[in-house]
């Protein structure tokens, strides 16, 4: 029968030997990486001619002072407030829909392009009631009036349980109110 197995040996690498096996996994990582590792020192070198590392070099080197002037800066109420809108407007940005307002701007624009057009050309030209009365039968001027119209509608409808914002302000108001009437 065979002896069983009681002296097991590990192998030790020796620092050469593990030395030389990092290389080659940094080697290998190079080798794998090496588009976006040039891409990468690409950018790091038009940084470096623009002056933006040492910029980053010094905000880092005086990191406490920096992030102080920050805090200080962020702590001021109208700085506060323009944070909060800025807040605000991205969400309102996110739930405009594109696509009905691309026409609405290309015709806008299509308005302004026109009235750019007609300053140059002429010189002030005041429109008569009649002239007015008139361009009322003009299809793109009824349009553009209809257009209008369905836009201060829109504008008019109750928006309120839309409203992302607090009711803080309204609330304000009418306690204000209130108290005024005492």
């Known amino acids: 029968m065979a002896k069983a197995t009681t002296n097991i040996q590990q192998m030790v690498m020796t620092e050469e030997e593990k030395r030389t096996k990092d290389l080659r996994e940094v080697e290998d990582a190079l080798i794998k990486n090496k588009t976006a590792i040039l891409e990468s020192l690409d950018i790091l070198g ?47 940005l996110g739930t405009l829909d594109v696509k009905h307002l691309e ?13 750019n057009s007609e300053v140059k050309d002429k010189e002030e ?25 369905n836009f201060l509608k829109g504008m008019g409808e109750a928006t309120e349980h839309m409203e992302k914002t607090t009711n803080d302000t309204r609330d304000q108001v009418k306690n204000k109110e209130k108290t005024f009437k005492v």
Request: hydrophobic fraction near 45%; glycine fraction near 8%.
């Open 46 to 92: 038009h940084m470096h001619d623009r002056g933006i590392l040492s910029m980053l070099q010094g905000l880092l080197g005086q990191g406490d002072k920096v992030l102080d002037v920050l805090v200080h800066a962020v702590d001021k109420p109208e700085n506060t407030n323009t944070i909060k809108n800025l807040l605000l407007m991205f969400g309102v």
């Open 103 to 115: 026409p609405l701007l290309l015709k806008i624009n299509a308005g302004i392009a026109r009235v």
């Open 125 to 149: 030209k005041k429109t008569s009631y009649f002239e007015l009365a008139k361009s009322l039968k003009d299809p793109e001027v009824n349009r553009t009036i209809t257009m209008a119209l």
